[in-house]
């Protein structure tokens, strides 16, 4: 039976999908199956793993929500399989309007699979909304991605306290834990410092160091549907996100 992590802020930008990818294919590479669920209309994890155009998906998750015999997973390379997204996601809200326990429409569509792979890998959109809401109540754990700014850290805060909803109803998922904090994109100066202390101190059981540094070359990889771990083997960025997955995996795995 695999685990499902979820990477969440409510702010965009900040590192989510590309932590999500790196993290994920660091696990493929250490020889474990992993399944990413694209979970935002923006279809960046999508883009990124796939060299397919995001309209060019025969089914994406937004079919499967519509109607779960429309459940389709791609097969991306070895280890590494997608459901990717589109962008009429969008309008989850209204297409599920009338669907009675759509906050557990993920969640049922992922206990089919589940023992197919060792982690399953949500990204989430930048909202606090339904659909971050069905991968909070669909995971086993919580991952959240952080640059070290003010607004970033809101937008923590924020998943952080949908978190405790999720968690304190036993209806939802009482089992979910805060996994990890990840900070990106980071660049020396007092501010980035002061906020880096703040979440050592207020969640700094689930901190994960190292933090990962800027690098432009983790952008241009993504651009390039390239994996970091062959565009740029020897950088900061990469070693960094393979020690963050390598020490996400010991949290998880219970005998790892
Ligand atoms: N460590 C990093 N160094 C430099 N650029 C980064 C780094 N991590 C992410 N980026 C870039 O920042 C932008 C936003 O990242 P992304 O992962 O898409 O964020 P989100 O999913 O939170 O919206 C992208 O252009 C991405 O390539
Ligand atoms: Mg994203």
């Known amino acids: 039976m695999g685990y499902t992590v979820c990477f969440a802020n409510n702010k965009g930008g900040v590192g989510k999908t590309t932590t999500a990818v790196s993290v994920g294919q660091a696990w493929a590479k250490m020889g474990k199956k992993v399944l990413f669920v694209d979970l935002d209309s923006q279809a960046n994890l999508t883009s990124m793993l796939s060299t397919l155009e995001p309209d060019q998906h025969e089914f994406t ?3 499967a929500f519509l109607d779960k ?5 791609e097969n991306i390379e070895q280890n590494i399989d997608l459901v990717p997204s589109e962008l009429s996601l969008s309008n989850f ?5 009338a669907v009675t326990g759509r906050e557990y429409l993920l969640a049922d569509l992922l206990r089919g699979v589940k023992d197919k792979y060792d982690f399953i890998i949500i990204d989430c959109p930048p909202a606090l909304g339904l659909i971050t809401y069905n991968a909070l109540i669909a995971s086993d754990h919580l991952v959240m991605v952080s640059t070290a700014d003010g607004l970033s850290y809101s937008g923590m805060v924020m998943i952080a306290n949908l978190y405790s909803d999720v968690r304190s109803n036993a209806r939802l998922n009482k089992d979910i834990k805060l996994t990890g904090v990840v900070i ?3 660049e020396k100066n007092r501010l980035s410092d002061m906020y880096i202390q703040k979440v050592k101190d207020e969640l700094g059981q689930a901190f994960i160091e190292p933090i990962v540094p800027k690098a432009t070359k983790i952008t241009q990889a993504g651009s390039f549907h390239q994996n970091i771990y062959d565009y740029d083997p020897e950088g900061k960025a990469t070693k960094a996100y393979f020690e963050i997955a390598q020490k996400l ?3 998880i795995l219970p005998d790892e």
């Open 249 to 251: 995996a010991l949290r």
């Open 93 to 97: 809200d209204r297409d599920t309007a």
């Open 69 to 73: 015999d429309n459940f389709h997973i």
């Open 61 to 63: 998750i937004r079919d």
């Open 184 to 186: 990106t994109r980071y």
